[in-house]
Nanobody
Framework: QVQLVESGGGLVQAGGSLRLSCAASGRTFSSYSMGWLRQAPGKEREFVAAISWSGGRAYYADSVKGRFTISRDNAKNTVYLQMNSLRPEDTAVYYC???????????????WGQGTQVTVSS
């Protein structure tokens, strides 16, 4: 069982940056692939980024590639999402996710958190 708690969301102007954090509980954190999903108002939840258990592999949605960076610190049971050059269309609730690589990338992880709101103003 893994419990995930996100933080770092907020209001930012277009072109700005935010760094999201996700603290995970459970001794098996380092065995899971981790990722981020997001859900904008009136839209379905979508995949944003994923990172393998070792941190050696990362994968991004085309919409955020080159702007967002996912990383993890297994010693701190934490995964991060650095978001740069934010756009109004990035406005959404961002969810931390954990599970097998294929389930995280498919947007259907085994575990996810409560979410943190990110709002980008134009």
């Amino acid at each position: 069982q893994v419990q995930l708690v996100e933080s770092g969301g907020g209001l930012v102007q277009a072109g700005g940056s935010l760094r999201l954090s996700c603290a995970a509980s459970g001794r098996t954190f380092s065995s899971y692939s981790m990722g981020w999903l997001r859900q904008a108002p009136g839209k379905e939840r979508e995949f944003v980024a994923a990172i393998s258990w070792s941190g050696g592999r990362a994968y991004y949605a085309d919409s955020v590639k080159g702007r967002f960076t996912i990383s993890r610190d297994n010693a701190k049971n934490t995964v991060y999402l650095q978001m740069n050059s934010l756009r109004p269309e990035d406005t959404a609730v961002y969810y931390c996710a954990a599970g097998r690589w294929d389930t995280v990338v498919a947007g259907a992880p085994d575990y996810w958190g409560q979410g943190t709101q990110v709002t980008v103003s134009s």
